[in-house]
């Protein structure tokens, strides 16, 4: 390789590995040898001779909607940067498939783990402790946990939204939420809706819950299924932007206007939020951010380990149409 570039050795290591530190008419002379040869370095080798594999394994509980999309393209942007490639993993919300990957990308030599959440088994986490695998979790913040975070607070996020529909005049609230088990940011947000209705003096029976699993489709099937109770709730409140999404829809299906008959909200601001009819009123996550700052800061405990400590990243509410006070026009 060298020999083709006519370069030295060290040049080649330099353009593969730090490319910024060498002159653009010699990067270029080693791309096109590395072109012309079909050339496709050791990375097996260069781990074994420094430690590391410059990979990053992230577990995420679903690739099946936009929810986690925003923030993993800016934690593989970062990452890039650096010179750090990405594993991706799917948990499909399953506590033993995803203790199953966390094992198998520390065994494919990932030099730092991204996981979601909270919810799962300490052993979990002492097993990486035990191999000195920095890892945090992303989506979720809790000052009082051991395990660092870059995240927000979303039991207080769904509060401040909680906050707003109650000052606005509703007193009958529908929620459609994931499964709370096992799912820290659900459990969260169900948890801000019953803090607002508490402090306002109303019972837990003002709530009318829906569980299920995120897609469009369970969307529609869970606000008919709210709309069934006897005493049917004035705003259904959402678990994610996707849910929400397919609620708005089965409202226009069943003949109902959104706002005047019914309020509906969610919870992420995804591209969705901005284009459904009506637009959807929503909490604002700081995705891109958040994804940016988890890299950033693996990277740092990965180079250098250190106690680590968390980032709290601040939500907005985002006010758009399809949330009113009750019957109005």
């Known amino acids: 390789m060298a020999a083709a570039a006519g370069v030295s050795t060290a040049t080649v290591s330099r353009c593969l590995n730090a490319p910024q530190l060498v002159q653009q008419a010699t990067r270029a002379r080693v791309e096109d040898a590395v072109n012309r ?28 909607n936009a929810i986690f999309a925003r923030g993993l393209q800016s934690f593989q942007e970062e990452l890039g940067k650096a010179g750090v490639t990405l594993l991706v993993a799917s948990s499909l919300y399953k506590a033993d498939l995803e203790n199953a990957q966390v094992r198998t990308l520390v065994a494919r030599g990932a030099d730092a783990l991204l996981l979601i959440g909270y919810d799962r088994e300490p ?33 207080a996020a769904m509060r401040g939204l909680a906050a707003r529909v109650l000052a606005l005049g509703h007193r009958r609230f ?7 088990i096992g799912n820290d940011r659900a459990r969260g947000r169900w948890l801000g809706v019953l803090d607002v209705l508490r402090e306002a003096g109303l019972d837990d029976s003002a709530l009318t819950i829906h569980e299920t699993t995120y897609s469009y489709e369970n969307g529609r099937a869970g606000l008919r299924k709210i709309l069934s109770a006897a005493d049917p709730p004035t705003v259904v409140m959402c678990g994610n932007d996707v849910l929400a999404a397919g609620a708005l829809q089965e409202a226009r299906e069943m003949g109902l206007s959104v706002p005047r008959d019914l ?55 985002r006010m758009r149409d399809s949330l009113s006070a009750p019957g109005a026009s």
């Open 123 to 155: 052993a979990v986490h002492e097993f990486l402790n035990r191999r000195n695998v920095p890892h945090l979790v992303a989506w979720a913040h809790d000052p009082d946990r051991a395990v660092p975070s870059v995240g927000f607070d979303n039991r």
């Open 174 to 180: 529908g929620l459609i939420t994931a499964q709370r």
């Open 263 to 317: 309020s509906i909200t969610g919870f992420d601001d995804i591209e969705i939020a901005k284009i459904t009819h009506p637009r959807l009123t929503t909490v604002r996550v700081p995705h891109r951010e958040m994804g940016r700052r988890a890299a950033r800061m693996l990277l740092s405990l990965r180079a250098e380990p250190e106690e680590p400590c968390s980032y709290r990243l601040d939500t907005s509410i």
């Open 37 to 64: 040869l079909s050339y496709a370095p050791n990375f097996g080798a260069r781990a074994l001779a420094v430690r590391q594999t410059d990979t990053v394994g992230a577990i995420v509980p679903t690739l099946d």
